[in-house]
């Protein structure tokens, strides 16, 4: 370790003398902890989305006659959602925009190909509502965008009510013990009150063939907008483990309960896997994965062309940097195709150089943002059994920007490795064992 700060020391010292000192804005604002899509609904017999109150689509149009790109929509806010939160989730953008609602500024991204959640209760009012996106003509990270972002339009985007407190997020974490497998999971728990608030958080973890294996209940205390992690562990037997040959999936409900009222309900899918790293090659739950890579773009994956390339011998997908349809998570977790997380980041139209004017990942003034990109792809992936890695980066030289973005992913998570074709042999990639790279598409 001692060797690898002494490392970023120096590298940190080139990068300042090589690059320009002029320190772009600050990579977000007003913009939520990123987390996987979060549909929570009224009860568990209503799970379909056309009947759920607590989300409701917002449709973009484009604002005619403005010097800059910009998008409206209008939203109608119900009484039933008073006393609650009320976020505004957009799938993607064609670049980096500032988001107003009512007229009053809610929060930006300096990029537009990941999903972002903003809060948005101080800023809505019951009834009638107006959202703007903004899309500024100079963006601050354009030289790390050399990627396809859709022409215009505005991704899916929706508006999602939760409870003061709600469930943020959810994760696993599986370890082999005595023959079988211990699970660990976790559900987040978030408070937006300004005061010290309680409520009980009730799971309910299924089998594949809907018998409750784990049950129960746990009280939370949380201070003021305070965050806290409710966990509990299950032992998984070893032939229900998450696999390619058997994508099997446990469903995990859960509940909030504040003042003996129940304010929400979640399901979501699970599955249980292990993912260890050994002399360059991957196990999954203890056997070895010949890494066959299959490269797509984020976007345009179906069913059939999955099924395609999982029986022509590609083991692992690996999106192409940009905009990734959320969905392909879950259909490569229940089809049982393994996935590479793909950060939205390439530059290679800098070029290779690290000197001033070159490649902007060994630029300081770019560090926030790619710590931020590498970060916010991980928290949007790292809950699915498909995912078994991370890539930093496609087509882009290596610097500071991506040495930081290692060792903050690193400080999140070990298990899983982090893929980084560019680093020529450098600390900031795992060494993974690729038997090919080949394109899907």
Partial sequence: ????????????????????????????????????????????????????????????????????????????????????????RIASAPS???????????????????????????????GSNRLELRIPEFQPDASLDDFA????GIGVSELISQPTIRIRDCFVIT???????????????????????????????????????????????????????????????????????????????????????????????VGFRTIEMRDGELLLNGRPVELRLGTFDGTSLTATRLENAKYGGTTVLLPLPGPVDESIYDLCDEMGMLLIAQTPLRSARSGESRRKGGNPTNDPAHTPSCIDRTESAYRLSQYHPSVIGFSLARDASNGIGLYE???????????????????GGEWNSDPLRIIEIKSID
């Fill in 1 to 88: 370790m001692r060797k690898i700060v002494t490392l970023l020391a120096l590298f940190s010292l080139a990068a300042a003398f090589g690059q320009s000192a002029d320190t772009p804005a600050a990579p977000a604002s007003g913009r939520e902890p990123a987390r996987p899509r979060t549909i929570p609904v009224q009860r568990f017999d209503l799970p379909a989305e056309e009947s759920n109150s607590y989300l409701r689509p917002v449709t973009w149009r484009p604002v005619a006659g403005s010097a800059e790109t910009r998008f409206e929509a209008d939203c109608s806010i119900p009484f039933a959602w008073a006393n609650r939160q009320v976020l505004l």
């Fill in 405 to 423: 973005s290692y060792l903050n992913l690193k400080r999140l998570e070990e298990q899983r490795p982090i893929f980084y074709p560019e680093a």
């Fill in 175 to 269: 370890r082999p013990l005595d023959g079988n497998y211990l699970a660990e999971v976790g559900i987040v728990v978030k408070s937006d009150a300004l005061n010290r608030k309680q409520a009980r958080i009730h799971y309910d973890l299924k089998s594949p063939s809907g018998l409750s294996v784990k049950s129960g209940f746990e009280d939370i205390a949380l201070s003021m907008r305070g965050e806290d992690t409710l966990r509990f562990t299950v032992a998984i037997p070893e032939n229900e483990l998450w696999s390619p040959d058997t994508p099997t999936r446990y469903r995990l409900q859960l509940r909030t309960q504040t003042a003996g009222r129940y304010t929400e309900y979640q399901t979501r899918l």
């Fill in 149 to 152: 972002h859709p022409a215009t």
């Fill in 96 to 126: 980096g925009y500032e988001l107003t609602v009512n007229g009053r500024r809610a929060g930006h991204v300096r990029h537009g190909a990941l999903p972002a959640e903003f809060n948005l209760t101080k800023l809505l009012r019951e």
